[in-house]
């Protein structure tokens, strides 16, 4: 079993800074990457940022400039600094860890989720 558990999530005001983290425990054998996701209300699921083994980072072109993942050197906590919040922002972000939990299975995994509000 894989566990992931995000915090950070919360109320902001346009122009602010939020950071969410994340730390993925339990039988895990390796990470592939660790990812952000969001989901706003009537909008499909999109993909945020996301941080390889290696440490490549790849972003939303909606997020780029504003937003920087980071993670630990042990892989497994992964944070997302979002600053100059904007209202369209607004979402339930979710954490995923694509890795194995053995040596041949492999899946994504997913948090419950934190929600993040910018409004005035």
């Known amino acids: 079993q894989v566990q992931l558990v995000e915090s950070g999530g919360g109320l902001v005001q346009p122009g602010g800074s939020l950071r969410l983290s994340c730390v993925a425990s339990g039988s895990i054998f390796s990470i592939v990457a660790m990812s952000w996701y969001r989901q706003a209300p009537g909008k499909e699921r999109e993909l945020v940022a996301s941080?390889?083994?290696?440490?490549?980072?790849n972003y939303a072109e909606s997020v780029k400039g504003r937003f920087t993942i980071s993670k630990l050197n042990g892989g497994n906590t992964v944070y997302l600094q979002m600053n100059s919040l904007k209202p369209e922002d607004t979402a339930v972000y979710y954490c995923?860890?694509?890795?194995?939990?053995?040596?041949?299975?492999?899946?994504?995994?997913w948090g419950p989720g934190t929600q993040v509000t910018v409004s005035s």
């Open positions: 941080v390889n083994s290696g440490g490549g980072t």
């Open positions: 995923n860890m694509r890795g194995y939990v053995s040596s041949s299975q492999w899946g994504d995994y």
